[in-house]
């Protein structure tokens, strides 16, 4: 079944390459959508896809890269839009 999630991560995420991380790990996924730094500090990621791919990217995300400390991953499901083509890195 096809889902949708948005997800807000905190913790040392930014200047770690940690977009790239989630990148990397929902294209693998066969995912789409996007990820973003936001000017909080926190790092946005907006996925479509398999739920089941979904969460074992949340699962991955929650992991993080050697140099990223995660403290929170906020989660929030919305119904599939069918809105991306791909999954690409925003600045």
């Known amino acids: 079944m096809n889902s949708r999630a948005i997800i807000i991560v905190s913790g040392v995420?930014?200047?770690v390459g940690f977009r790239?991380?989630?990148y990397?790990?929902?294209i693998a996924l066969n995912l789409k959508g996007f990820t973003e730094n936001l000017y909080s500090g926190q790092v946005l990621?907006?996925?479509e896809g398999e739920d089941t791919f979904i969460?074992?990217?949340i699962n991955k995300i929650k992991i993080g890269t050697p140099h990223a400390s995660v403290r929170d991953c906020n989660v929030s499901w919305e119904v599939y839009k069918n809105e991306f083509e791909s999954f690409?890195?925003?600045?």
């Open 13 to 15: 995420v930014q200047g």
């Open 20 to 22: 790239y991380y989630i």
């Open 24 to 26: 990397r790990n929902a």
């Open 45 to 47: 990621t907006v996925v």
């Open 55 to 57: 969460k074992e990217l």
């Open 88 to 91: 690409e890195v925003k600045s």
